[in-house]
C-alpha cells in the first residue's frame, strides 16, 4: 500500500471541527443541576448585583462630615441587619451595620467594628476618620441590569452557576448531552472481572482503553452507552455500527484503525458509510480514523493506551464540545522551564508526560512509550514539543495541564 503523508494535529482538528454542527435540540435544566452543560442563549441580568449600596463589613454607617477626629463620641440611631432595611441616617448619629446590609440614605462610609466601640448605652466612639466610600459595596458594582452575564456557548462550571443564580436564575437553557456509542474492538482483550489475572490466556490484555474513555466521555456531559468489546470478525463489527448508529451522535472506538489482516473497522464503516484513515503528526498516536454511518459520526482511536488516551485529549474532546456548541476548544498552554534532557528530536509533534516538581520546572517521566498508562496516571501535564525539537534541562518547554484535557 502506499505510505499515507502525516497530516498535521492542526489540520487535523481543524478539519474535525469543521464537520462538529451542534446538535439539534435543547434542553431546560435546574441552575442545580447544570454543571458542566452548555448554554445556548445568553444569560442577561434584570437587575443590578448588588441590587443596592451595602456594608462590605461589620461596623458603623455613618456621615464623614460628622467626624473630625479619632474619637468622636455619636448616638446610635439604628440597627440594619443584612435583609433589613435603615431609614435615612440623622445627621450627627450612627447606625450599626452589619455585613451586606443596606447602607442607609445619608450615610457616606462605613467604619469597621474594629475601629469602634461602645461607650454607654446608645453611643459609640469612632476611633478614626473615614473616607467617602470607605467599606461600601456600590449597587451594580459587579453586574449592571440588562449586561449579558454568560454567554452562548459557555460551558458551565460552578462560578458560572453561581453566577447565574445571583441574577435569579432558576432555570437554565443547555445543549442536549451527545450520545456516543463506545466499543472496543480485539479478540486480545478481556474485561477485569471475568478472568483473574493468573488463568489470562497467552496474549490477553485487560481493557484499560474502555475506562477511561467512558470517564472522559462522561466529563463531557455525553450520555454512554457501552457497546463492550466486538469480536474481531467483519460481519460482528458491521453488526455493531449498524445498531450504534440508529440512536447515537457519534461512534467512538478503540484499536482496529490500522490496515493490519484482522483490523475490520475500515471495511465495516465504509459497508455503512464512509470513512478517512489519517496519519496523524503526533506522538504518542498516529493512526486516527474518522467518517460517518447512517447520521452519526464514527471516530476510531489507536488501540494503545497513551495513544488512545491523548488522542481523544487532543481530537476528540474538542469535537464533543463544539457538538455541544462550545467555541473555544483548544487547551491552554503555559510557558515552564523544564528540569530535564530530550536528546532525540522526532519528525512528529510530540506530547511528553511530565509533572510540576515541587521546587518549580517540570520533571519527565522515564518511560515514553505508547503503551505505559503508568506515564499518565503519575504526570499532571504534557509538554507540548514542536516536531524536530530536542530540549535541555533549564529550557522554556510548552506546558499542558491535564486538568484542561480530560475535563
Known amino acids: 500500500m502506499k505510505k499515507q503523508p502525516l497530516k498535521p494535529l492542526d489540520d487535523a482538528l481543524a478539519e474535525l471541527l469543521a464537520l462538529a454542527a451542534p446538535l439539534p435540540g435543547t434542553d431546560t435544566v435546574a441552575t442545580f443541576d447544570a454543571d458542566g452543560r452548555v448554554l445556548v442563549q445568553d444569560c442577561i441580568s434584570a437587575l443590578h448585583v448588588p441590587p443596592q449600596d451595602n456594608s462590605s463589613m461589620d461596623g458603623y454607617a455613618v456621615r464623614c462630615a460628622d467626624i ?8 446610635v440611631s439604628q440597627r440594619i441587619a443584612a435583609g433589613s432595611a435603615g431609614e435615612p441616617l440623622v445627621v450627627g448619629t450612627a447606625a450599626r451595620i452589619f455585613t451586606g446590609a443596606p447602607v442607609p440614605a445619608g450615610a457616606d462610609a462605613i467604619l469597621m467594628q474594629e475601629d469602634c466601640e461602645a461607650v454607654e448605652p446608645g453611643s459609640v466612639r469612632l476611633n478614626a476618620v473615614p473616607q467617602p466610600g470607605q467599606w461600601i459595596r456600590r449597587a451594580g458594582e459587579d453586574i449592571t441590569r440588562g449586561a449579558v452575564v454568560l454567554a452562548a456557548g459557555t460551558r458551565l462550571s460552578p462560578a458560572e452557576l453561581g453566577l447565574a443564580a445571583s441574577i435569579g436564575l432558576h432555570l437554565l437553557p443547555v445543549a442536549r448531552r451527545p450520545r456516543v456509542a463506545l466499543f472496543s474492538t480485539g479478540d486480545e482483550l478481556v474485561m477485569p472481572g471475568e478472568v ?7 496474549g490477553a490484555i485487560y481493557n484499560s482503553n474502555r475506562f477511561f474513555l467512558r470517564a472522559m466521555l462522561l466529563r463531557l456531559g455525553c450520555e454512554v452507552t457501552d457497546f463492550g468489546i466486538v469480536p474481531d470478525r467483519r460481519e460482528a463489527t458491521i453488526a455493531a455500527l449498524r445498531d450504534a448508529s440508529s440512536a447515537h451522535d457519534l461512534i467512538l472506538t478503540s ?8 483490523d475490520h473497522i475500515k471495511p465495516a464503516v465504509e459497508s455503512l458509510g ?4 489519517w496519519q496523524i503528526a503526533m506522538k504518542p498516536g498516529k493512526p486516527f480514523a474518522y467518517g ?7 471516530m476510531g ?20 464540545l463544539r457538538l455541544q456548541g462550545v467555541q473555544e476548544v483548544a487547551p491552554k498552554s503555559i510557558a515552564v522551564t523544564a528540569r530535564f534532557d530530550w536528546p532525540r528530536a522526532d519528525k512528529r509533534r510530540e506530547f511528553l508526560r511530565v509533572r510540576r516538581h515541587p521546587q518549580g520546572g517540570l520533571e519527565l517521566f522515564s518511560n515514553q512509550s505508547s503503551g505505559v498508562l503508568t506515564s499518565a496516571a503519575w504526570g499532571d501535564g504534557v509538554v507540548d514539543n514542536p516536531a524536530g525539537q530536542t530540549i535541555a534541562a533549564g529550557d ?3 506546558y499542558i ?5 480530560i475535563s
Open 196 to 202: 483473574p489475572p493468573d488463568q489470562m490466556r497467552p
Open 401 to 405: 495541564a491535564f486538568s484542561d484535557l
Open 292 to 298: 460517518t454511518v447512517g447520521n452519526a459520526h464514527f
Open 255 to 262: 484499536g482496529g484503525v490500522s490496515v493490519g489482516e484482522e
Open 396 to 398: 522554556t518547554v510548552q
Open 274 to 277: 464512509r470513512l478517512d484513515l
Open 301 to 320: 482511536l489507536p488501540g494503545n493506551p497513551v495513544s488512545s488516551f491523548l488522542s481523544f485529549a487532543l481530537l476528540v474532546r474538542p469535537f464533543v
Open 68 to 75: 473630625a477626629a479619632p474619637g468622636t463620641v455619636l448616638p
